[in-house]
């Protein structure tokens, strides 16, 4: 009983301690400790502010965005050629001129140009506007929602 009792003391006693401590990486990287060497961070601190956060600014405007797990329409997928990314390209703008509201993100995954649009909390959101883009047919009728990272703006 008496171990038990002890155990239990000790193992609070940890948890207060690493409480107090500074959790961050930055912080356990800058603790002082005997018998080891000192690092000194010098950095803006917008730098140190995004460090262990998911929050990371995409825009100019210092616009800010939460990313998560979502879905998003792929409406192009094409090989790694310079026709493949003209194309890519070329069907981001039809959907941006067709949905301006709907944000569309044309990358290099390689070996493959993508072009994929929206940031859809739920599949439903997604299918929805998956319809309307398949009813609009031409290059619009081979879409898919995939499982991808979205933008949740702050």
């Known amino acids: 009983m008496k171990r038990l009792v002890l155990l239990s003391v000790l193992c609070l006693v ?9 959790n961050s990486i ?9 018998g080891q060497g000192k690092v000194t961070i010098h ?35 094409g090989n790694n050629t310079r026709a ?13 001129e067709l949905f301006p509201e709907l944000p569309v993100y044309t990358t290099f995954n390689p070996p493959r140009w993508l072009c994929r649009a929206g940031d859809f909390s739920s599949i439903e959101e997604a299918d929805a506007v998956m319809r309307q883009l398949r009813a609009l047919g031409g290059d ?15």
């Open 26 to 34: 930055l912080g356990s990287l800058q603790r002082d400790v005997p």
């Open 43 to 77: 950095q803006d601190a917008r730098i140190a502010s995004l460090v262990g956060s998911d929050a990371v600014p995409v825009a100019a405007d210092g616009t800010r965005v939460l990313k998560k797990a979502g879905y998003r329409i792929q409406i192009y997928a």
């Open 14 to 22: 940890c948890a207060v301690s690493a409480s107090a401590q500074d």
């Open 140 to 154: 619009f009728k081979a879409v898919s929602i995939v499982r991808e990272q979205i933008n949740v703006p702050l």
């Open 84 to 96: 493949a990314k003209n194309q890519a390209h070329d069907v981001a703008k039809r959907v941006k």
